[in-house]
């Protein structure tokens, strides 16, 4: 079953910092973003399935974007000497959303991203396992 996404995925020009337990403060690069998740890259192995606080920092075509937000790693792969994650933002309110969706597409509208089949299933996955965690 194919999953329609709620948010469109865009290219975006960006870094920040993540905050985990094990580190006091790491950078990263911004891959891609929507109003619910991020994928970043950066050179510290999180663990998978934790919960870290990020603090981006996007530069638009029109604006800059700054916020920090709490985050759930759903995917973690290895790339030569980093790692890439796929970050599922948690305890946004619906206004924040609506806001971080509007700011994207003003910003990154002629960057959207198109995904395979595996993609997409891909992530499926992840967000139905993010559910059961959340479930028990």
């Known amino acids: 079953m194919r999953r329609i ?6 290219e975006a020009t960006g870094k920040g910092t993540v905050k985990h337990s094990n580190t006091h403060g790491t950078d990263f690069t911004i891959k891609n973003i929507s ?3 991020i994928k970043l890259f ?10 870290i606080l990020m603090d981006i920092h996007i530069h638009g075509t029109v604006s800059s974007f700054s ?4 985050g759930k790693i759903l995917r973690r792969q290895k790339h030569h000497n980093s790692y890439f994650y796929a970050i599922h933002f ?4 619906h206004q924040e959303i609506i806001e971080l969706d509007e700011y994207l597409r ?7 991203l198109h995904h395979s089949p595996y993609e997409i299933e891909h992530e499926e996955y ?5 559910m059961r965690d959340e479930s028990l």
């Open 126 to 130: 992840a967000i139905k396992q993010l």
């Open 42 to 51: 950066t050179a510290v192995k999180l663990d998978a399935n934790s919960v």
């Open 5 to 10: 996404r709620h948010y469109q995925r865009y």
């Open 67 to 70: 916020k920090q937000v709490k």
């Open 106 to 112: 003003l910003n990154f509208g002629n960057s959207l």
């Open 90 to 93: 948690i305890d946004l309110s």
């Open 35 to 37: 109003a619910s998740g």
